[in-house]
């Protein structure tokens, strides 16, 4: 049996315009400021231990107990906030 005629193909050259809209939009990422993981530790430990505090002796400090069922709020708030700093940190 005959073997085909094998063409040669042309390397592909995209739209002028499509390398240069990608290399705009193409951002590199900037290293964290030094002040940003201290502050995202600090904010997970201050909402552990405002937590912590509200469990130990929450019925003895005036301010926590008129903030009630608030405290879990703040607590897991401030972790949250942590978490989600560590999630862009680089």
Request: charged share 15%.
């Amino acid at each position: 049996m005959p073997k085909s005629k094998v063409r040669k193909k042309s390397a592909y050259t995209p739209p002028e315009g499509v390398l240069q809209g990608r290399s705009a939009q193409a951002r590199v990422a900037q290293p964290s400021p030094r002040w940003y993981a201290p502050l995202m530790v600090a904010l997970m430990l201050v909402g552990l231990l405002w937590i912590v505090v509200y469990y130990v002796a929450g019925d003895r400090i005036p301010f926590m107990v008129s903030l009630g069922a608030w405290n879990f709020a703040i607590g897991f708030g401030a972790m949250v906030a942590g978490l989600v700093m560590s999630m862009r940190w680089r």
